[in-house]
């Protein structure tokens, strides 16, 4: 498999991610959705960001100084189902259940510290963050006690292609759910910027569910676009 890819305006956003996973952070700053819209293509997701068609030079520029750093990792593309699950599973999914348990405790405080004041916010809070570690927690089982033993089996059958294939899609759609929770979040915290009436709690929490937004992202980038095309 080819290492690089060139950036142009027809790039999908999936595909940059993978090839170039340092640039997710400035898309996340920009809202650019490159997890359930991956097949968006550069070209549609500027146009509907409101930016010009410079920037498309300017992630060409940070995608050749990246090429160019003698210790960058090696592409997810480049490695075997066994090899990107493994990755998945140590990277992802252990950190993002480290996360969601770590959350569950903060917003549990802050429900109580901040109800008298901040009601709506710390009941949306809740409300998300708990449906989102349910959701998610079913999910791991899924890929990890059905999905991912079969996809590392080396003889499948046509039968057990089909059975991933239908598999995958079910999963592809827990994914836009997940996407759709926090969008939904960043949109109601601003951002994730704690009101002027957060406690230290308060604050912490804003960190945590911003790194696991960005983190769900890129393993979403990941599975929809890297492991789950493999079946396509």
């Known amino acids: 498999m080819n290492q690089m890819i060139s950036i142009n305006s027809q790039t999908h956003l999936g595909e940059l991610v993978t090839y170039f996973p340092a640039i997710t952070s400035r898309l996340n700053e920009l809202h650019i959705d490159y997890c359930c819209q991956g097949d968006r293509t550069l070209e549609a997701a500027i146009k509907e960001a409101g930016l010009s068609s410079n920037f498309i030079t300017e992630v060409q520029n940070e995608y050749d100084e990246f090429l160019a750093k003698p210790d960058k990792e090696i592409s997810v593309t480049e490695l075997s189902d066994e090899q990107l699950i493994d990755l998945i599973l140590e990277i992802h999914h252990q950190p993002e259940r480290v996360l969601l348990r770590e959350l569950d405790q903060l917003l549990n405080k802050i429900l109580l ?6 009601k709506e916010l710390v009941l949306m809070l809740h409300h998300n963050l708990s449906k989102l570690k349910m959701e998610l927690e079913e999910h791991f089982a899924k890929e990890e006690k059905e999905l991912f033993p ?5 003889n499948k059958t046509p039968e ?4 991933i294939r ?12 997940a996407g759709q929770t926090i969008k939904h979040l ?8 704690p009101p002027e009436y957060a406690c230290p709690s308060m604050k912490a929490a804003y960190l945590k569910l911003h790194e696991l937004a960005d983190d769900i992202f890129l393993h979403i980038a990941k599975e929809n676009g890297v492991l789950f095309k493999r079946y396509e």
């Open 160 to 163: 057990e292609r089909a059975a």
């Open 113 to 118: 510290a901040h109800y008298d004041h901040g």
């Open 186 to 193: 960043i949109k109601e915290t601003n951002d994730f910027t």
């Open 166 to 177: 239908s598999n995958i899609l079910e999963l592809e759609g827990e994914h836009d759910g």
């Open 150 to 154: 079969a996809m590392c089996n080396l």
